[in-house]
């Protein structure tokens, strides 16, 4: 199929995030040339994207990339693709548990997987992390319902449920869930906790930073010293976690955390690592809930924990995201016994993307 004929494509809204997602089979299979359409596709290196299908932010500048499961007890295989806005960058070291949150819905859209009555779940293969994830979600009569009554903080009004439960998320990028070996860290300093439960992030006090912890995110993005400093201890964490050289990386995530203010665990404020999630992705909670579950780690004195069994709920700049995860010591630290997050997709475009003709 020639690009010019368009790529078929379907614009989804997964969790709090926006993209476009592709069969892989309609994609070529050279992955420097599959970039590069993709990067025609999505309109970058543009900051407005404004002759592609991004939407000029990271978190609507995204791909998923779905195909048959290669094995391992899975159905489909889906691989995170994180396009640059304004720079010809794609990124695969982290995974996207929002856009997740469409890929058991495309499945089932595109053929990949049966319906299973009213209500189908789908085993998924995060390619980029090789954790695994189920969704859930109604298919009754055999078709995606889409509706429902879920409203979930930073989405305007209610949607279908989609139930993630998470397997293999603890270190799946780092090999560890405290990759330095430890629940607490100096890093140029400040007092760190670097941890792993899906999405490598590095947790910091706000106070220690200066900061309230309240900022709007614009403020953040506006503070030119403060953007140093962070890039400054992202870089030194890194290393730390054994991560190498992370300055073109997305990943680690600085999350800055402070007490709550709205009844929830903790406060959260989460780089991407220079913009700001105007929330908080789905893996970086269950992170940012393990590290603060863990006695002695950056945030566990500012959080108000909720009882055992109870929804440990981070608050972010838009309002509140609700994560389950169970965290028990062992001999060699800590495990993660359930990761679980709620969160809701919306099918928006269906049709053919086309590229503009060069880069």
Do not use: W
């Not at 779940?121 to 509706?147: C, H, K, L, Q, S």
């Not at 964490?237 to 600085?254: C, F």
């Not at 945030?299 to 972010?316: K, Q, S």
């Not at 709620?342 to 060069?358: N, V």
Request: contains cysteine.
């Amino acid at each position: 199929m020639s690009p010019a004929d368009g790529i078929p494509c379907m614009l989804m809204r997964g969790g709090t995030s926006k993209g476009a997602y592709f069969l892989a089979s309609d994609l070529p299979d050279d992955p420097e040339e599959r970039d590069r359409l993709l990067l025609r596709l999505m309109g970058s290196p543009d900051p407005r994207q404004i002759d592609g299908l991004g939407g000029a932010h990271p978190l609507t500048s995204k791909v998923a990339v779905v195909a048959p499961s290669s094995g391992g007890g899975t159905e489909v295989d889906y691989l995170f693709l994180q396009l640059g806005v304004d720079t010809a960058t794609v990124g695969t070291r982290q995974t996207c548990g929002n856009l997740l949150a469409g890929v058991g819905p495309f499945a089932v859209e595109r053929g990949l997987v049966p319906p299973a009555g009213d209500h189908t779940e789908v085993r998924i293969r995060m390619v980029n992390t090789d954790a695994v994830a189920t969704a859930g979600f109604a298919t009754p009569g055999g078709a995606v319902d889409y509706d429902g009554g879920l409203a979930i903080d930073g989405v305007p009004g209610t949607a279908g449920a989609v139930r993630l439960d998470f397997e293999g998320t603890a270190g799946s990028s780092t090999g560890a869930l405290f990759p330095t070996g430890r629940v607490l860290d100096r890093v140029l300093d400040l007092d760190v906790t670097c941890v792993d439960n899906g999405m490598p992030s590095v947790l910091l006090r706000a106070a220690d930073l200066g900061l309230t912890g309240g900022e709007a995110p614009q403020d953040l993005e506006a503070d030119t010293a403060l953007a140093g400093r962070l890039a400054g201890i992202r870089l030194a964490a890194a290393g730390l976690m054994g991560m190498g050289d992370v300055s073109a990386a997305t990943v680690p995530k600085i999350v800055v955390l402070s007490g709550p203010r709205a009844g929830g665990a903790i406060a959260t404020r989460s780089f991407l690592p220079v913009r700001v999630h105007t929330s908080i992705g789905v893996l970086g909670a269950l992170t940012v809930a393990a590290g603060v579950l863990a006695e002695g780690s950056a945030g566990h004195g500012l959080a108000d924990l909720p009882a055992p069994g109870a929804p440990f709920r981070v608050e972010h700049p838009t309002g509140h995201f609700d994560v389950d995860v169970g965290l028990e010591p062992a001999p060699d630290g800590f495990t993660v016994t359930r990761s679980a997050a709620l969160r809701t997709a919306r099918k928006l475009f269906e049709g053919r993307a086309f590229p503009r003709p060069r880069l």
